[in-house]
């Protein structure tokens, strides 16, 4: 299991598992997006020293997408996108414990982070039970922060600090 940078080639994958009725309740863009948007936003990203978005694979088979996005040099912190595609699962047992270690050993280990932090909607338990168990902490609840069928949820930021990390590491 590996992630690599997101290719050209990519994208067509990338646009399907995006625009899929599963993940949409999920994501921050509520619309289906163009294969032109997804270009789009990959020529933004690739050009931009703020994200950094890998390919999860395993064997060569696509699994799904993560990241660090507004990555802020300076003070040394990002979002932390991940993202299991593969049967649609977001978080499972098998891909999402393996996938997360290499993402956040590349965050505090490779870039030297002090904090990474992720959103989450009120209505996804599988990732908020996933994140504190690996002992994310609740920073903060934007109140009615994103409307989904007919009604507004709240969204989570949880963080977890590089001591936080290493000290896991540890135990």
Known sequence: ?????IEKSDLKQIQKWRNNKNVMPFVRE????????????????????????????????????CGLTYINWQNKHADLHFAIYKNFEWIDKDYAPKFYEIITDYAFNELNLNKIYVEVYENDDKKIKFFKDRNFTKDACLRNHYFHK???????????????YKQQKIN
Not at 1 to 5: E, F
Not at 34 to 63: A, P, R, T, V
Not at 152 to 159: G, T
């Open 150 to 164: 007919g009604e507004y949820l709240d969204s989570y930021i949880l963080s977890l600090l590089s001591d936080e």
């Open 1 to 5: 299991m590996n992630i690599r940078p």
């Open 30 to 65: 509520y619309r289906k997006l163009s294969l032109e948007q997804i270009n789009k936003w990959y020529d933004s990203m690739i050009f931009d020293d703020k994200f950094e978005m890998f390919i999860m694979e395993n064997n060569k088979e696509l699994i799904g997408v």
